[in-house]
């Protein structure tokens, strides 16, 4: 299949109202699409199955699934995939938002000096005109942008309509292995200056990693820790940890996720007591963002041998069952002519509310660059 003939088959399935997902993982130059062939709601609660999930924050509310026999899969492979140049888009402030995001803030900090809750992720929902509502223009042009980022767009008649740019991996199971990131803290990116970062988001960043790797330890063996480094997603710059480790026999796929979403790079800790906060506080329904999304079970042959001509070596192919959820960040849900944009940042007993909104507003930016 060309590059015009795979839009044109989604273009044709969103115009018939029919589920889909359409993505491209970080640094890699395929872009896949899967295509229901009928418009029925596929949930999940066993991750046992094989296909596309996409998970909310709170699993009260339901994980969609796109049934890997249900859907006709297409891929094609982009000749470059080259980050295009962030423009600055400049975001109109509204100050009734800004003044109640920063006192959602400041309820935070406050809860945090007198309570257990050491860190809170708050976040508020940004709506914005759309004069392009394509949702398959906007996805090319989000691909074009952020290289470094899962870039998707999933669409279910009877869910909604989501894109997103998101940099953050929740975690990946090849066979045994597990491979998982604790990703936190934020600074705009600068061409010329080389960051620096505050004991306030190296901290903010250690609370993940901790927290990750205690949770992973029931399930898993051969815990390795990496050094910080600083990666970039687009206009920000944040901390990045990678933790691998071997799945224990025992252990399912369902205790893995609920072991790790959602973490507190998203939600908080200790997890519950920042749940509850946010449910009670935020004031609006994350839905599925900060939930996560990603192929579930599929099963990928990798041959020992590479070597072409050595065809006896190569019927020993190995076969292994491959999962790749990413977090729900960085993202947008299109209804008619709005895009509604999600975005948050981590607080801590240290955090400084104007700072927090200013964060949040350079987030918006990864979305709103594409809109205009
Ligand atoms: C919550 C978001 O991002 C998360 C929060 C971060 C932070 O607090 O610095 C950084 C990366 C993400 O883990 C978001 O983008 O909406």
């Not at 109640?100 to 400041?106: D, G, K, R, T, Y």
């Amino acid at each position: 299949m060309n590059e015009d003939s795979f839009f044109e088959a989604l273009k044709a399935q969103y115009a018939n109202q029919l589920p889909f997902v359409v993505y491209s993982r970080p640094i890699n130059s395929i872009i896949k699409c899967w295509l229901q062939k009928d418009d029925t709601l596929h949930k999940t609660e066993t991750f046992t199955e094989s296909g596309f999930v996409f998970a909310p924050f709170d699993f009260k509310n339901q994980s969609v699934l796109l049934l890997e026999t249900d859907c006709e899969q297409y891929s094609i492979e982009v000749e470059s995939k080259i980050e295009s140049q962030i423009s600055k888009t400049q975001l109109v402030i509204n100050e009734n938002e800004k003044t109640s995001h920063i006192s959602l803030v400041s309820k935070g900090i406050s809860t945090i000096q007198q309570e257990s809750l050491k860190k809170v992720v708050l976040s508020r929902c940004e709506t914005q005109e759309l004069t392009n509502n394509n949702p398959i223009s906007i996805f090319k042009k989000l691909y074009h942008k952020y290289k470094n980022a899962m870039v998707y767009c999933w669409y279910h008649p009877k869910v909604g309509l989501w894109l997103g740019a998101t940099p953050e991996l929740l975690f990946k199971v090849e066979g045994k292995q597990l491979t998982t990131i604790s990703l936190a803290g934020t600074q705009p990116y600068r061409r010329i200056s080389k960051p620096v970062w505050t004991n306030k988001e190296l901290e903010e960043q250690q609370i993940v990693t901790d927290y990750i790797t205690n949770q992973i330890q029931p399930y898993t063996s051969q815990i390795n820790v990496s050094n910080v480094e600083t990666v970039r997603a687009g206009n920000l710059l944040h901390l990045k940890t990678r933790i691998t480790s071997r799945i224990a026999n025992t252990s399912s796929l369902k205790s893995i996720i609920d072991a790790l979403h959602p973490t507190p790079a998203v939600c908080g800790f200790p997890r519950q007591e920042a749940k509850d906060f946010i449910l009670q506080h935020e004031n609006y329904n994350r839905e599925y963002y900060t939930g996560f999304l990603g192929e579930l079970n599929l099963k990928q042959s990798k041959t020992r041998n590479t070597n072409r001509r050595n065809v006896e070596n190569n019927a020993y192919a190995v076969v292994k069952t491959q999962s790749n959820f990413y977090v729900n960040l960085r993202c947008m849900q299109i209804k008619e002519d709005k895009a509604l944009i999600y975005v948050g940042g981590g607080i801590t007993k240290d955090s400084n509310p104007e700072k927090e909104w200013e964060e949040t507003v350079n987030k918006t930016k990864t979305i709103g660059n594409v809109l205009t």
